[in-house]
């Protein structure tokens, strides 16, 4: 997009005149006239002096900086804290390691307590056969549990016992009837 000769003359002078606005703001600097007649060049920086600003605060405002410095300390405090990732697989590879040593080590206590200790010799214990004994099915139903016993009993139990006493009972009758 090219500028016309007018734009180029308008521009060129809007530069000038902000040219010269910033020289005229720059620190200007004050004569004064003696008694003597000669000018005197003074700073008007060396003339300011410090004013103090008296400020009263919002008590909303005191109440948000308040909160704002705890949220920077808790940040900072947060940020202290990160390790990184270098540094935590360090620490759990020296983890690892104390770990595996200890298994060693338990390792070889256990061989050593298992060499020493003495091995028990079993003999086998011949089962005694018995014969069942037949009752009557009058028997039976008067051999029925309480109902305390079942109340301590839970529903698998229950479950277990009667399935147990059904195999019982059909083994009986397959064998002497």
């Known amino acids: 997009m090219a500028l016309t000769e007018e734009q180029r003359q308008r521009k060129n002078e809007m530069a000038k005149l902000n040219r010269a606005k ?15 007649n000669e000018p005197i060049e003074d700073d008007v920086k060396d003339e300011v002096q410090e004013v103090e600003k008296v ?3 919002d008590p909303e405002i005191a109440r948000k900086k308040a909160i704002a410095d ?3 300390e808790s940040l900072t405090l ?10 935590i697989t360090k620490e759990k590879d020296n983890e690892i390691a104390i770990m595996k040593a200890e298994n060693e080590k ?6 050593k307590v298992l060499a020493v200790k003495p091995q028990v010799t079993r003999q086998p214990v ?13 028997q039976e139903r008067e051999r029925e549990p309480s109902m305390d016993y079942l ?11 009667r399935h147990k006493h059904n195999m019982y009972q059909r083994m009986m009758s397959d064998t002497f009837m």
């Not at 338990?106 to 061989?111: D, M, S």
């Not at 011949?126 to 009058?138: G, N």
């Open 78 to 87: 947060a940020r202290s804290k990160i390790k990184p990732k270098s540094q």
């Open 126 to 138: 011949q089962p005694v056969r018995q014969r069942p004994i037949r009752r009557e099915p009058r």
């Open 106 to 111: 338990l390792k070889a206590e256990n061989a």
């Open 70 to 72: 705890k949220r920077r």
């Open 55 to 57: 400020e009263v605060e």
């Open 151 to 161: 109340a301590d009993q839970n529903y698998g139990e229950q479950l277990r016992e």
């Open 22 to 36: 910033k020289k005229a703001t720059k620190a200007p600097v004050v004569e004064y006239e003696s008694e003597n």
